[in-house]
């Protein structure tokens, strides 16, 4: 199995940055993609970031020219720079990864973090 751990949630006031990281371990053959989620209080958990292996990536439009996610393929690992945050920033962000396990190459499944909470307030 995949186990991905995040860090560096916290508190910020409006227009600050966070950086967040995260960093999957286990039984990995390949990890195709990777990113990051939020789930804010009564809405629905929404992408954030994403971005392959070969590095092509997206962003939600509510974050983009704000956030920027990076990836180091060798060390399975994935950041989120958030900058010039917002009140409605605010929310647990999640980590995922698309990845294929050892013994079943040919499968990929989304694995998940436990969440860090961003709160956005002044």
């Known amino acids: 199995q995949v186990q991905l751990v995040e860090s560096g949630g916290g508190l910020v006031q409006p227009g600050g940055s966070l950086r967040l990281s995260c960093a999957a371990s286990g039984s990995i053959f390949r990890i195709s993609a990777m990113g990051w989620y939020r789930q804010a209080p009564g809405k629905q958990r929404e992408l954030v970031a994403r971005?392959?292996?070969?590095?092509?990536?997206n962003y939600a439009e509510s974050v983009k020219g704000r956030f920027t996610i990076s990836r180091d393929n060798a060390k399975n690992t994935v950041d989120l720079q958030m900058n010039s945050l917002k009140p409605e920033d605010t929310a647990v962000y999640y980590c995922y990864a698309e990845a294929a396990v050892s013994g079943r190459p040919w499968r990929y499944d989304d694995y998940w973090g436990q969440g860090t909470q961003v709160t956005v307030s002044s």
């Open positions: 971005i392959t292996s070969s590095g092509s990536t």
